[in-house]
């Protein structure tokens, strides 16, 4: 597929990658969100009027359906807000206008680049090790804290290495 009519910026965008968009892929984005504007001394909303864009999407993902009651829990343990905000399909679209892709596991890689090959060079695994991050759903809220505490550590990682 061609590359869409995109209005090309300066902007940042990252987009963080999971199966059905319910649990890792959003606690990243909501963890990255909140690194950045702290890291930039700012807000989500000053982040975003700077051009800075994190969202997240999964190729299972079901429109709508929100952030699973644990991942929630998970967020406002670490001190995160909350946003309300429901599931994102993966779209070449999306892919098309992010500036880096992370994605939880290499199978989420193969879907990126099955949407859109010439994202090679945008789209890497999360954790910087090259490990895959487990999918928590229906384990126990012990495990969903393992896997917000791997995230944030490679979320953590990036903005440290970003800004």
Known sequence: MDKP???????QRYLFVCSANTCRSPL?????RNEVACKLKTNIAGIERQGIIIRSAGPWARSGAGITPESRVVLAEMGYSVPDRGSRRLSPELIWDSTKIYA??????????????????RVSLLDPLGRDIPDPIGRSQEIYRQVGRQIQLAVQDIVKNLF
Not at 28 to 32: L, P
Not at 104 to 121: C, F, G, I, K, S
């Open 5 to 11: 009519a995109i209005i090309e910026s300066s902007d």
């Open 28 to 32: 990243a984005a909501v963890i990255m």
């Open 104 to 121: 939880m596991t290499r199978w989420h890689v193969e879907q990126v680049l099955d949407l859109v090959p010439a994202a090679q060079d």
